[in-house]
């Protein structure tokens, strides 16, 4: 073999580096490749914007058919949870966003069960997961729970009602809670700042307990940390939502219009808007390690402790995949009955041959 056919392997590292240090870029690729899940649950009375708000967050259209139900409709509607999914791609990530409406919630004259369909569905993700982490094939596992709960409180009252506090109670110790005050261009800035202190008073009082944005390690650097800071200061995040573009000062803004000015959404000084957006990509991560570590455990650890076996998963495989399935045990089957007619002959040959034999 000649020297020229013999290809060289090129070592882009220095001598004396083993490499992995690249680790985290194979991390980076794989998971930019596989794409990321996150499912956000929004609570609070109708005509809060939530909707709105969530449009405005993602820049998409999540509800692009939905009715809005007329005042007698309004009073026998029933609390039912309204789950919609979109693929959003942005610079080649891919983010597979679930977002839980809870349509009736607070419109009835008696809520005092409207929050059991809420808790209802947060376990039901919590224990489909369950079978599915228990089952056979958990390679495929699609990953709906609930990672953070956007909580709107309502501007025109004097803090929490009744219902939100007891809502409250019941849901954190199942999921991430962020508190949010909707519509908060109803309100002067001290106006905004006397009805935060007064939620988190009333927070503190009640025991309840929300997501606490996690503290920065002495080697982050200064900019980051004076971010972390002022996301702390500005729960609960007063915030206002629109889809409409504006022109302001010739630039296209996302803002309402008013006789005495326009409201930029994106404007810091304005609203709380831009500073709920990057507490929630910027701590995406870590509010789906909080639910699978803290949240899921917790339920996962109490269902299991009361003895009660898992069911079997129940998730059907697609028809193609079943088909498949089908064709490759087939297959398989035709194979080993070819396999023991050839160790039935053979065996016959050498009985032959040994009878031959003198």
């Known amino acids: 073999m000649s020297s020229d056919s013999i290809k060289t392997f090129n070592n882009v ?8 240090a690249n680790l985290p870029n194979q991390v980076h690729r794989k998971s930019v490749k596989k794409g990321f899940e996150f499912t956000l649950m929004v609570v609070g009375e109708s005509g809060l914007g939530k909707s709105t708000l969530v449009n405005s967050l993602f820049l998409t259209d999540l509800y692009p058919e939905r009715t809005i139900p007329d005042a007698i409709a309004k009073t026998k509607q029933t609390v039912k949870l309204d789950a919609s999914t979109v693929e959003i791609e942005e610079r080649g990530v891919k983010l597979r966003l679930t ?5 009736g919630f607070g419109d009835a004259i008696d809520n005092s069960d409207s ?4 808790i209802q569905y947060i376990d039901e993700q919590y224990e489909r997961f369950l079978k599915d982490e228990s089952g056979l094939n958990r390679r495929h596992i699609i990953d709906n729970r609930v990672h953070c709960c956007f909580y709107f409180v309502s501007p025109f009252g004097h803090g929490l009602k009744p219902l939100d506090i007891e809502l409250m109670k019941k849901l954190h110790n199942k999921v991430n809670i962020v508190p949010v ?15 935060k202190k007064r939620i988190l008073e009333e927070i503190n009082a009640n025991g309840i307990k929300i997501y606490p944005l996690p503290d920065c390690d002495s080697d982050e650097d200064e900019d980051y940390k004076e971010q972390v800071k002022q996301l702390k200061e500005a729960v609960p995040f007063a915030v206002c939502g629109a889809n409409q573009l504006l022109e302001v000062r010739g630039k296209k803004v996302r ?3 008013y006789p005495w000015g326009v409201v930029e959404v ?3 000084e304005h609203c709380d808007f831009i500073k709920l957006r ?3 990509i910027t701590h995406m991560q870590d509010l789906q390690e909080v639910t699978q570590e803290v949240h899921y455990e917790n339920y996962r650890s ?3 402790a009361k003895g009660v076996p898992v069911p079997k998963r129940t998730t059907s495989l697609p028809e193609h995949e079943k088909n498949s399935g089908s064709e490759k045990d087939r297959i398989l089957q035709e194979k080993e009955a070819e396999l023991k007619r050839m160790q039935d002959v053979i065996a016959k040959m050498q009985a032959q041959i040994q009878q031959q034999t003198p």
Request: no cysteine; proline share 7%.
């Open 278 to 280: 990057t507490m929630l």
């Open 115 to 118: 929050f059991r369909a809420i």
């Open 13 to 20: 590292e220095s001598p004396g580096f083993v490499g992995f």
């Open 302 to 304: 109490e269902r299991l």
């Open 266 to 268: 994106e404007n810091p």
């Open 181 to 195: 005050i909707a519509k908060s261009d109803v309100l002067t800035k001290k106006e905004i700042q006397k009805l």
């Open 99 to 103: 977002v839980v409406d809870t349509p």
């Open 255 to 257: 803002g309402r219009f």
